[in-house]
């Protein structure tokens, strides 16, 4: 790990994040039965580290730097939304044979998430004089 590196992955991640928001202030008008933008964000960061992470293999059609990959895979798109991460980390276990262990990460992820934000708004609720609000503004239920 460089300095380069790190700064090159956190100009990614803000780039990202920058990306995050404005999908999400875009959205906001689709986005009133479900999160649309969550959504789009999630598939879309999917696809781009898919896409990228398999066209820059070393052996691919376009190879790049470790560092640009970096750049995108763990800066831009984990600003961007970590779900990609997850989506790679699942679609590798299945393509390695570990379909169970797939489908444990696909229901550890979804479930326990939901579960943590639950007890985080439960607990934090407790400290808060019983808020029922988690989010301030629209905006912040899509970042």
């Known amino acids: 790990m460089s300095f380069t590196t790190c700064i090159l992955v956190m100009i990614g991640g803000a780039l990202g994040t920058l990306a995050r928001y404005v999908v999400s202030v875009l959205a906001l008008p689709i986005s009133r039965d479900l999160p649309w933008g969550t959504i789009l964000i999630n598939v879309t960061g999917s696809f781009i580290i898919g896409l990228f992470g398999t066209l820059t293999l070393a052996h691919g059609r376009f ?19 970590t779900f990609s991460s997850f989506s790679l980390q699942t679609l590798d276990l299945m393509r390695s044979g570990a379909v169970v262990r797939a489908m444990v990460n696909v229901f550890a992820s979804v479930v326990l998430c939901v579960l943590a934000v639950a007890l985080g708004h439960v607990v934090a609720a407790h400290w808060n004089g019983g808020a029922v609000q988690i989010a301030q503004v629209s905006i912040e239920e899509d970042g």
């Open 63 to 81: 190879p790049v730097s470790e560092n640009v990959r970096l750049f995108v895979m763990i800066g831009l798109c984990g600003g961007y939304t």
